[in-house]
């Protein structure tokens, strides 16, 4: 299998231009939601989580990413972590993650990544 860095691949410019898009501050459009990408998340939701609905949205946060997709590389923000929709602590003084949602979300986070990455059709 190869090296997943080595399968990214930029769209067409130039080095020069995509490095100063890189260290740019430049906006980026947003990266296309693609039905091999929700299919995959879905797919993988659904041995977690079943009957729960896959519902993209848009995080109030900010991110790195569109340092990313200024250089061509579609980026996406997906944490894999349940949690209680009455119990929200993001970043206060008592901001926390159940332990049991820890440990599903990165079993989650590997399965899905090698979902993507073709790995589990070639295992």
Request: proline share 7%; hydrophobic share 40%.
């Amino acid at each position: 299998m190869p090296n997943a860095l080595t399968c990214i691949a930029f769209k067409p410019r130039s080095a020069t231009r995509r490095r100063a898009l890189l260290l740019s501050g430049e906006l980026s459009p947003p990266s296309a939601l693609t039905e091999e990408l929700l299919s995959a998340v879905a797919k993988t939701s659904a041995e977690f989580w079943p009957g729960v609905p896959v519902v993209p949205i848009m995080s109030a946060g900010a991110t790195d990413g569109r340092f990313l997709r200024n250089v061509g590389i579609p980026t996406f923000g997906h944490s894999g972590l349940a949690g209680d929709q009455d119990d929200v602590r993001a970043h206060g003084k008592d901001e926390r993650v159940v332990v049991k949602s820890f440990f599903e979300g990165g079993e989650y986070l590997y399965r899905l990544v090698k979902r993507l990455s073709g790995y589990e059709k070639a295992a």
